[in-house]
Protein backbone atom coordinates (compact mmCIF):
# COMPACT_ATOMS: atom_id res chain seq x y z
CA UNK A 1 0.00 0.00 0.00
CA UNK A 2 1.39 3.55 -0.97
CA UNK A 3 2.11 6.07 1.67
CA UNK A 4 -0.91 8.33 0.72
CA UNK A 5 -3.45 5.26 1.25
CA UNK A 6 -1.73 4.99 4.68
CA UNK A 7 -2.40 8.51 5.65
CA UNK A 8 -6.45 7.88 4.38
CA UNK A 9 -6.61 5.04 6.34
CA UNK A 10 -5.07 6.34 9.63
CA UNK A 11 -7.52 9.78 9.70
CA UNK A 12 -10.08 9.91 11.68
CA UNK A 13 -11.29 12.13 9.10
CA UNK A 14 -11.62 10.77 5.72
CA UNK A 15 -12.94 13.60 3.81
CA UNK A 16 -9.71 15.94 5.89
CA UNK A 17 -7.61 13.55 5.08
CA UNK A 18 -8.56 13.23 0.96
CA UNK A 19 -8.13 17.24 1.38
CA UNK A 20 -4.77 16.72 2.74
CA UNK A 21 -3.69 14.32 0.32
CA UNK A 22 -5.08 16.21 -2.80
CA UNK A 23 -3.05 19.32 -1.30
CA UNK A 24 0.06 17.11 -1.48
CA UNK A 25 -0.44 16.08 -4.67
CA UNK A 26 -0.64 19.60 -5.93
CA UNK A 27 2.39 20.58 -3.70
CA UNK A 28 4.46 17.92 -5.65
CA UNK A 29 3.32 18.10 -9.07
CA UNK A 30 4.77 21.70 -8.27
CA UNK A 31 8.13 21.22 -7.05
CA UNK A 32 9.36 18.34 -8.95
CA UNK A 33 12.20 19.66 -11.45
CA UNK A 34 11.63 19.99 -14.98
CA UNK A 35 14.80 19.74 -17.58
CA UNK A 36 14.14 23.37 -18.51
CA UNK A 37 14.44 24.12 -15.33
CA UNK A 38 18.32 23.41 -15.55
CA UNK A 39 18.87 25.24 -18.41
CA UNK A 40 17.70 27.96 -16.75
CA UNK A 41 20.04 27.87 -13.85
CA UNK A 42 23.28 27.23 -16.06
CA UNK A 43 22.18 30.52 -18.42
CA UNK A 44 21.74 32.35 -15.05
CA UNK A 45 25.04 31.24 -13.62
CA UNK A 46 26.44 32.54 -17.19
CA UNK A 47 25.23 36.31 -16.69
CA UNK A 48 27.34 38.99 -14.81
CA UNK A 49 26.17 40.59 -11.74
CA UNK A 50 22.45 40.04 -10.79
CA UNK A 51 19.91 38.18 -12.44
CA UNK A 52 18.31 40.09 -15.44
CA UNK A 53 14.04 40.79 -16.06
CA UNK A 54 12.75 37.20 -16.90
CA UNK A 55 11.97 38.60 -20.14
CA UNK A 56 15.44 38.75 -21.32
CA UNK A 57 15.79 35.52 -19.89
CA UNK A 58 13.12 34.03 -22.01
CA UNK A 59 14.02 35.95 -25.03
CA UNK A 60 18.08 34.35 -24.23
CA UNK A 61 16.39 30.99 -24.13
CA UNK A 62 14.07 30.96 -26.31
CA UNK A 63 10.75 30.37 -23.87
CA UNK A 64 8.31 32.18 -22.38
CA UNK A 65 8.79 34.39 -19.56
CA UNK A 66 6.20 32.31 -17.59
CA UNK A 67 8.29 29.47 -18.06
CA UNK A 68 11.00 31.04 -16.91
CA UNK A 69 9.52 32.32 -13.95
CA UNK A 70 8.19 28.49 -13.29
CA UNK A 71 11.51 27.52 -13.55
CA UNK A 72 13.02 30.02 -11.70
CA UNK A 73 10.55 28.88 -8.76
CA UNK A 74 11.35 24.54 -9.18
CA UNK A 75 14.94 25.91 -9.47
CA UNK A 76 14.49 27.19 -5.90
CA UNK A 77 12.48 25.16 -4.23
CA UNK A 78 15.23 22.29 -5.35
CA UNK A 79 17.86 24.26 -3.87
CA UNK A 80 20.08 25.21 -7.32
CA UNK A 81 19.05 28.40 -6.26
CA UNK A 82 19.82 30.50 -3.99
CA UNK A 83 16.20 33.32 -3.27
CA UNK A 84 15.50 36.66 -4.66
CA UNK A 85 17.22 38.19 -2.01
CA UNK A 86 20.47 37.08 -3.02
CA UNK A 87 19.23 37.83 -7.13
CA UNK A 88 18.78 34.38 -7.45
CA UNK A 89 22.44 33.18 -7.93
CA UNK A 90 23.04 29.21 -8.56
CA UNK A 91 23.74 27.47 -5.77
CA UNK A 92 26.87 26.48 -7.47
CA UNK A 93 27.53 23.47 -4.90
CA UNK A 94 24.34 22.09 -5.06
CA UNK A 95 24.03 22.43 -8.52
CA UNK A 96 27.61 20.61 -9.09
CA UNK A 97 26.92 17.85 -6.97
CA UNK A 98 23.20 17.16 -8.88
CA UNK A 99 24.98 17.23 -12.54
CA UNK A 100 27.58 15.07 -11.19
CA UNK A 101 25.61 12.44 -9.05
CA UNK A 102 21.78 13.01 -10.46
CA UNK A 103 21.02 14.26 -13.48
CA UNK A 104 21.92 10.94 -15.71
CA UNK A 105 18.97 9.19 -13.32
CA UNK A 106 16.36 12.40 -13.27
CA UNK A 107 16.81 13.06 -17.52
CA UNK A 108 18.05 9.74 -18.71
CA UNK A 109 19.25 10.33 -22.34
CA UNK A 110 17.12 9.78 -25.14
CA UNK A 111 18.33 8.47 -28.35
CA UNK A 112 16.78 8.44 -32.00
CA UNK A 113 17.73 7.18 -35.58
CA UNK A 114 20.03 9.38 -37.71
CA UNK A 115 19.71 12.83 -37.35
CA UNK A 116 20.99 16.27 -38.65
CA UNK A 117 22.11 18.52 -36.10
CA UNK A 118 24.58 19.91 -33.97
CA UNK A 119 26.98 18.18 -32.41
CA UNK A 120 26.80 17.20 -28.42
CA UNK A 121 28.82 14.93 -25.89
CA UNK A 122 32.02 14.21 -26.92
CA UNK A 123 31.84 15.67 -30.31
CA UNK A 124 31.62 19.00 -29.15
CA UNK A 125 33.58 21.30 -27.53
CA UNK A 126 35.76 20.99 -24.82
CA UNK A 127 35.28 17.21 -25.32
CA UNK A 128 36.16 16.89 -28.89
CA UNK A 129 39.76 18.42 -28.12
CA UNK A 130 40.53 15.60 -25.45
CA UNK A 131 38.76 12.53 -27.29
CA UNK A 132 39.54 11.64 -30.72
CA UNK A 133 36.60 10.51 -32.52
CA UNK A 134 35.96 6.80 -33.87
CA UNK A 135 34.14 5.45 -36.89
CA UNK A 136 30.76 5.28 -34.98
CA UNK A 137 28.01 8.50 -35.65
CA UNK A 138 28.73 11.58 -33.25
CA UNK A 139 25.45 12.33 -30.91
CA UNK A 140 23.56 15.57 -32.41
CA UNK A 141 20.95 17.43 -31.03
CA UNK A 142 18.20 17.52 -34.00
CA UNK A 143 18.38 20.73 -35.95
CA UNK A 144 16.96 21.97 -39.33
CA UNK A 145 20.13 24.40 -39.67
CA UNK A 146 22.45 21.98 -38.54
CA UNK A 147 25.83 20.92 -40.34
CA UNK A 148 26.44 17.67 -39.00
CA UNK A 149 25.50 13.94 -39.12
CA UNK A 150 24.94 11.74 -36.72
CA UNK A 151 22.58 9.85 -34.06
CA UNK A 152 19.44 11.83 -32.55
CA UNK A 153 19.99 12.68 -29.34
CA UNK A 154 17.42 14.31 -27.67
CA UNK A 155 18.29 17.63 -25.90
CA UNK A 156 17.59 18.46 -22.18
CA UNK A 157 14.98 21.31 -23.61
CA UNK A 158 13.66 21.60 -27.29
CA UNK A 159 14.71 25.22 -28.08
CA UNK A 160 18.13 24.38 -25.67
CA UNK A 161 20.12 24.03 -29.49
CA UNK A 162 18.91 27.48 -30.35
CA UNK A 163 20.02 28.92 -26.88
CA UNK A 164 22.78 27.42 -27.03
CA UNK A 165 24.26 28.38 -30.53
CA UNK A 166 23.61 32.27 -29.20
CA UNK A 167 26.18 31.12 -26.03
CA UNK A 168 29.01 29.20 -26.48
CA UNK A 169 29.36 28.83 -22.77
CA UNK A 170 26.02 27.50 -22.51
CA UNK A 171 26.80 25.09 -25.54
CA UNK A 172 29.76 24.20 -23.62
CA UNK A 173 27.72 23.24 -20.28
CA UNK A 174 24.72 21.28 -21.76
CA UNK A 175 27.12 19.10 -24.25
CA UNK A 176 28.84 17.86 -21.00
CA UNK A 177 25.82 17.27 -19.52
CA UNK A 178 25.11 15.02 -22.31
CA UNK A 179 27.99 13.07 -22.24
CA UNK A 180 27.88 12.93 -18.43
CA UNK A 181 23.54 11.49 -19.49
CA UNK A 182 24.61 8.74 -21.45
CA UNK A 183 28.31 8.70 -22.36
CA UNK A 184 30.63 5.88 -21.40
CA UNK A 185 33.07 6.22 -18.53
CA UNK A 186 36.39 8.08 -19.67
CA UNK A 187 33.92 10.36 -21.46
CA UNK A 188 31.74 10.81 -18.02
CA UNK A 189 34.87 11.51 -16.08
CA UNK A 190 36.42 13.79 -18.25
CA UNK A 191 32.89 15.91 -18.97
CA UNK A 192 33.01 15.22 -14.84
CA UNK A 193 36.17 17.43 -14.75
CA UNK A 194 35.56 20.04 -17.53
CA UNK A 195 32.12 20.90 -15.80
CA UNK A 196 33.16 21.41 -12.63
CA UNK A 197 35.78 23.73 -13.59
CA UNK A 198 33.16 25.63 -15.21
CA UNK A 199 31.34 25.90 -12.33
CA UNK A 200 33.96 26.71 -9.93
CA UNK A 201 35.52 29.43 -12.47
CA UNK A 202 32.20 30.81 -12.07
CA UNK A 203 31.77 30.47 -8.25
CA UNK A 204 34.75 32.46 -8.27
CA UNK A 205 34.40 34.77 -10.66
Not at 106 to 117: L, M, V
Not at 130 to 146: H, N, R, S, T, Y
Not at 178 to 199: F, N, P, S
Request: glycine share 8%; proline share 9%.
Amino acid sequence: MSEWCLCLADSQEPFEGAFAIREFRIYNQHMVLKPQDIVVVLKLLGYEGGRPPFAQIAKDLVMSPSEVHAAVKRAQAARLLHGPQMSNRPNVSALEEFLLHGIKYAFPAERGGPSRGIPTGYAATPLNRLIAPGDEPIPVWPFAEGKKRGIAFAPLYKMAPVAALKDPLLYEELALIDAIRDGRARERKLAEQELVKILRKKSDG
